[in-house]
């Protein structure tokens, strides 16, 4: 089992920037589709970006596309979120999530998370 631990949260104004981390211990990520979800007070948990295991092909959800940024560097074993032209409806806890090998964008799918971090965007 991979442990994941992110960083980087906190508050933004409206137009800012923010980077998050997450970093991996136990498995090396390169072996690990890993993706960015997001969770609003009242609302579900939803997808925000993932990085495949193989080749890094990268997905987004279309409200972060052309603003969100998701990397990895498998040398220090850490996936990156850099967020960009954030939005007050970009606030939520931001979770790290890895799965073995194949992409997919389901929650459910994901058996690996990590405790989550805080993004507030200021209006």
């Known amino acids: 089992q991979v442990q994941l631990v992110e960083s980087g949260g906190g508050l933004v104004q409206h137009g800012g920037s923010l980077g998050l981390s997450c970093a991996a211990s136990?498995?090396?990520?390169?072996?690990?589709?890993v993706g960015w979800f997001r969770q609003a007070p009242g609302k579900e948990r939803e997808f925000v970006a993932a990085?495949?295991?193989?080749?890094?092909?990268?997905y987004y959800q279309d409200s972060v596309k052309g603003r969100f940024t998701i990397s990895r560097d498998n040398a220090k074993n850490t996936v990156y979120l850099q967020m960009n032209s954030l939005k007050p409806e970009d606030t939520a806890v931001y979770y790290c999530?890895?799965?073995?090998?194949?992409?997919?964008?389901?929650?459910?799918?994901?058996?690996?998370w990590g405790q989550g971090t805080q993004v507030t965007v200021s209006s």
């Open positions: 999530a890895a799965r073995r090998l194949a992409y997919s964008d389901n929650a459910g799918d994901f058996g690996s």
């Open positions: 136990g498995r090396a990520l390169s072996w690990y589709t």
């Open positions: 990085i495949s295991w193989d080749r890094d092909k990268t």
